[in-house]
């Protein structure tokens, strides 16, 4: 298998096809199941800080285990808010805001996948959320009013995007004055080679698409937010990523000695790490 080289189009093309078949199937992990050698979706979850009263929140079939943290958690949501959820895939974060927003607040998720909007509008159904919506959209382009919700959440979704400096506007322009986002992202902590790097495999499996974790933050203060600061900061290398099958997935020959596809892993488990964010917008923002 020959590595990809990344495109704007290709690279959403892969993530439509990739999150489509996850949505139609059920799974876990941020990228081919294959990539990734994913485990349980409520053992996914766990692993970057759901509890099991999370869990048991949110309807059947919301929770693929796609995420590299727990946003909700950190957001302090208070009732009556509205909160936007960016790349909401099944609806697992959402159903979970919406609980803390209560009926008098409001949820929107946004995601560009249609089989994914399919699902969550099903499970929403099912649970009976009337408080929650989602919405067909690219997260660079966001279906949202201007200044019209209080809190941004995201789970392992930025990193896909190949515009992440107009995420941030589209971000910091659907925000109130005064209002926060809080997402949890995969960043770098040095750089890949530049093979993986191009590798749209790579960018699936959420990897070659990371920022540099000083950029991202410079990018969010860049797009006018202040008071940007990591909450959380957990080196993959202790996820249950196998990394030796994405590298197999990436294009490596996957008849390497078994101490080589060992040091490649390394470089992996290394350079990438799980991060959860705040930012601002400020009060005065218009």
């Known amino acids: 298998?020959?590595?990809?080289?990344?495109?704007?189009?290709?690279?959403?093309?892969?993530?439509?096809?990739?999150?489509?078949?996850?949505?139609?199937?059920?799974?876990?992990?941020?990228?081919?199941?294959?990539?990734?050698?994913?485990?349980?979706?409520?053992?996914?979850?766990?692993?970057?800080?759901?509890?099991?009263?999370?869990?048991?929140?949110?309807?059947?079939?919301?929770?693929?285990?796609?995420?590299?943290?727990?946003?909700?958690?950190?957001?302090?949501?208070?009732?009556?808010?509205?909160?936007?959820?960016?790349?909401?895939?099944?609806?697992?974060?959402?159903?979970?805001?919406?609980?803390?927003?209560?009926?008098?607040?409001?949820?929107?998720?946004?995601?560009?996948?249609?089989?994914?909007?399919?699902?969550?509008?099903?499970?929403?159904?099912?649970?009976?959320?009337?408080?929650?919506?989602?919405?067909?959209?690219?997260?660079?382009?966001?279906?949202?009013?201007?200044?019209?919700v209080d809190v941004i959440i995201s789970n392992c979704v930025i990193n896909l995007s190949s515009d992440k400096s107009r995420v941030f506007a589209e971000a910091f322009r659907v925000l109130k004055p005064g209002g926060r986002l809080m997402v949890s992202d995969t960043v770098m902590t040095r750089p890949i080679p530049e093979s993986i790097r191009k590798s749209v495999a790579a960018y699936i499996g959420c990897v070659s698409g990371a920022l540099m974790k000083d950029e991202y933050l410079s990018m969010l203060r860049a797009a006018g937010f202040v008071k940007t600061e990591i909450l959380k900061d957990a080196p993959l290398k202790d996820s249950t990523i196998d990394f030796v099958s994405l590298i197999k997935e990436l294009g490596f020959p996957v008849d390497k000695k078994p101490e080589e596809l060992a040091g490649i892993s390394a470089v992996f488990k290394e350079s990438i790490s799980s991060i959860t964010v705040s930012a601002f917008k400020k009060s005065d923002a218009r």
Do not use: H, W
Request: proline share 5%; with cysteine; glycine share 14%.
């Open 1 to 148: 298998m020959k590595i990809k080289p990344t495109t704007e189009k290709s690279i959403k093309d892969e993530i439509r096809n990739n999150y489509g078949a996850i949505a139609r199937t059920g799974g876990s992990c941020c990228g081919p199941a294959s990539s990734c050698g994913c485990s349980p979706a409520s053992e996914a979850s766990k692993n970057v800080g759901y509890s099991q009263d999370d869990l048991s929140a949110a309807p059947d079939g919301a929770n693929l285990g796609l995420g590299c943290g727990n946003p909700v958690a950190i957001a302090s949501l208070r009732n009556g808010e509205t909160v936007l959820d960016l790349g909401s895939g099944g609806g697992f974060d959402a159903f979970l805001a919406a609980k803390k927003v209560g009926s008098t607040g409001r949820v929107i998720g946004v995601d560009m996948t249609p089989e994914m909007i399919e699902r969550a509008t099903a499970n929403a159904k099912a649970g009976r959320y009337s408080n929650v919506e989602f919405r067909l959209g690219e997260i660079e382009n966001l279906p949202v009013d201007d200044n019209s």
